[in-house]
T-cell receptor
Framework: GQNIDQPTEMTATEGAIVQINCTYQTSGFNGLFWYQQHAGEAPTFLSYNVLDGLEEKGRFSSFLSRSKGYSYLLLKELQMKDSASYLCAAMDSNYQLIWGAGTKLIIKP | GAVVSQHPSRVICKSGTSVKIECRSLDFQATTMFWYRQFPKQSLMLMATSNEGSKATYEQGVEKDKFLINHASLTLSTLTVTSAHPEDSSFYIC?????????????FGPGTRLTVT
């Protein structure tokens, strides 16, 4: 079956770095997405990886290893506004997104 | 950037009535639109995928006669929750994609919070 695993909740300190891991199993693979979702709002796109390696975009970076079925989202210089849920989603061979349950990130001052 | 709107943003209805939610792509043509449902503290659950001009494809366990989806044009899809019950109360989110198979990014609407009393 298809499955996405990511931690339920993480806590980090303002100004620090946090890494949110995601493992996936899908029927075919057409890329890995990370979305940010604040409470009561729709998800917003953060990153897309389809090739192995690290993609850096400002304070956020995303990494993919296709052979390991593994990705992580790295957030640097954490700010209070980064408190949100982070959703990992893998696109299968039918171009459908398979969603993880999300990781709630709590930032403490 | 691509913008997707949803209307209404919040709706309260009585049990047994029907509610229609609109999803519009404002600055691009959406060949494919997706409807999701999200319960508190849970992830997105895909309800159905609709392609313009054809019938929606519903996920397993989603009643197509209860959740009517119409993708009448390249910029508009509607979800109608028929004979709503309190257990249908949820956050409904649509997303849109320009292409069917050659475009990867989905653009999300702001969501509609439905409360059935």
């Amino acid at each position: 079956g298809q499955n996405i695993d990511q931690p339920t909740e993480m806590t980090a300190t303002e100004g620090a770095i946090v890494q949110i891991n995601c493992t996936y199993q899908t029927s075919g693979f057409n890329g890995l997405f990370w979305y940010q979702q604040h409470a009561g709002e729709a998800p917003t796109f953060l990153s897309y990886n389809v090739l192995d390696g690290l993609e850096e975009k400002g304070r956020f970076s995303s990494f993919l290893s296709r052979s390991k079925g593994y990705s992580y989202l790295l957030l640097k210089e954490l700010q209070m506004k980064d408190s949100a849920s982070y959703l990992c989603a893998a696109m299968d061979s039918n171009y459908q997104l398979i969603w993880g349950a999300g990781t709630k990130l709590i930032i403490k001052p | 950037g691509a913008v997707v709107s949803q209307h209404p943003s919040r709706v309260i209805c009585k049990s047994g009535t029907s509610v229609k939610i609109e999803c519009r792509s404002l600055d691009f043509q959406a060949t494919t639109m997706f409807w999701y449902r999200q319960f508190p503290k849970q992830s997105l659950m895909l309800m159905a995928t609709s392609n313009e001009g054809s019938k929606a494809t519903y996920e397993q366990g989603v009643e197509k006669d209860k959740f009517l989806i119409n993708h009448a044009s390249l910029t508009l899809s509607t979800l109608t929750v028929t004979s709503a019950h309190p257990e249908d109360s949820s956050f409904y989110i649509c997303s849109a994609r320009e292409g069917q198979f050659d475009s990867y990014e989905q653009y999300f609407g702001p969501g509609t919070r439905l409360t059935v009393t």
